[in-house]
């Protein structure tokens, strides 16, 4: 599958879960093999998580793939996060985001997408404030 999409040109947000059982060496480590493996265009990949230390750990391994650190809410300390990680964007809750955070993302040059938009108002609502793109559970309550 991953070979298809990749050979179509569509973008690939990847997010990474962490189960408390699992290393992220446990978890890291086949995913940078299967990505290798199956997929073509790391310009068009983003790996996201809001575990940190798989960010962190993707990062040494491959320092020049994207990585989006997700957050619900924005905390404070926010760009230590991100240039930990090299992060190229912030992906955050929506319904939590302010004007005044978007516009600190965007003015530090990070890209911001935000989950989950299931309305068109919603939607408009955020572009209105710069946002880059939206997650969704229904992409058909766009077209």
Do not use: C
């Amino acid at each position: 599958m991953l070979i298809h999409l990749s050979a179509q040109k569509i973008g690939l947000n990847l997010e990474i879960k962490r189960y408390d059982y699992f290393t992220p060496e446990q978890i890291v480590d086949p995913t940078i093999t299967a990505l290798e493996n199956h997929w073509q265009d790391f310009d068009r990949l983003i790996i996201s998580s809001f575990d940190h230390e798989i960010l962190k750990l993707i990062h040494q391994r491959k320092p020049d793939w994207k990585l989006g650190q997700l957050w619900e809410g924005l905390p404070e300390n926010w760009q230590d996060w991100v240039v930990a990680i090299n992060a190229v964007s912030v992906h955050l809750y929506h319904a939590l985001l302010t004007k005044d955070q978007a516009h600190a993302i965007k003015e530090a040059g990070l890209e911001l997408y935000v989950y989950t938009v299931n309305s068109p108002d919603a939607a408009e609502k955020m572009f209105a404030m710069g946002v880059d793109g939206i997650f969704t559970d229904d992409p058909t309550v766009f077209s």
